[in-house]
Every structure is written in structure tokens, then in C-alpha cells.
């Protein structure tokens, strides 16, 4: 169950984007959004997605990455992940690494920096794209 915090109103448009975002595991643009919402009935204009989309992510609802061109939303009720880009093909990979998470931990505490969130994004080729290409 999903609790909505009380300093946001959930019109009909918000609902079917966070429908929209947590019945899937995929990372969304604001583009595909709007698309998909048009595909199953639901048209809103793509200005109205953008500003919902915006208004979830504020209320902690809905997570984003930055990628170089454009975010991509997700579900903000997984557990925390890194993502890695395929610049081929665009597919998201998540992934968690113990290891990883302790490093940047000690890296913020040697420079005294207080860490209250983080997101790594790795960029290159997936393996199907490095499979492909060396054949």
C-alpha cells in the first residue's frame, strides 16, 4: 500500500503515472510515459506528465537518475541500486555491490562530507551489444 504524503493532491493524472511506473520494473522518460498512458486509454498531455512526474519525485513517491539526455523514473520502493547504461542499446541494468557502497562511504568520511543519498551510473556497451560487436 502506498501512502500518499497529505502535502500533495492525487488527481487522476498522478495516479495513472504512478500506476504507470509501479506496476513495472522498467525506467521510464517522460516521453514513454505519456505514450504508454495514451496506448491504454489514458491520454495526458505530455506537459501534465512532466509536471506529475516532478510532483511524485518531490513527494518521495516516484525515484529518478539523470541521465545525460533526459531522467528516467522508477519505483522509489526498491531497495537501493546502481544502474548501468548501455549506450548501444539504452538498456538499465541495476545492480548493488557491498563493496562499492562501503567505498563511497569511506571516500564522504575522509573528506568529513555527510552523505544523505547517492547515485552511481556507469555508461558503456551491455553484453549483448559486446557480444555483437565482436562478431
Not at 529518478?64 to 548501444?88: F, V
Not at 541494468?93 to 568529513?112: D, N, P, R, Y
Request: proline residues 1%; hydrophobic residues 40%.
Amino acid at each position: 500500500m502506498i501512502i500518499v504524503p497529505s502535502m500533495i493532491r492525487l488527481t487522476a493524472q498522478r495516479q495513472a503515472i504512478l500506476d504507470m511506473i509501479n506496476t513495472s520494473e522498467r525506467h521510464w522518460d517522460a516521453d514513454e510515459l505519456a505514450r504508454s498512458l495514451s496506448d491504454s486509454g489514458q491520454s495526458i498531455g505530455i506537459a501534465t506528465v512532466y509536471r506529475g512526474l516532478a510532483t511524485l519525485e518531490e513527494a518521495g513517491l516516484i525515484e529518478s537518475i539523470q541521465l545525460a539526455d533526459k531522467k528516467r523514473y522508477e519505483r522509489a520502493d526498491k531497495a537501493h541500486h546502481d544502474h548501468m547504461i548501455c549506450t548501444a542499446c539504452g538498456s538499465i541494468e541495476e545492480f548493488a555491490h557491498a563493496t562499492i557502497e562501503s567505498l563511497q562511504l569511506s571516500v564522504a568520511a575522509e573528506k568529513g562530507f555527510a552523505v544523505s543519498g547517492h547515485q552511481l551510473v556507469m555508461f558503456g556497451l551491455c553484453r549483448k551489444c559486446t557480444q555483437g560487436e565482436q562478431k
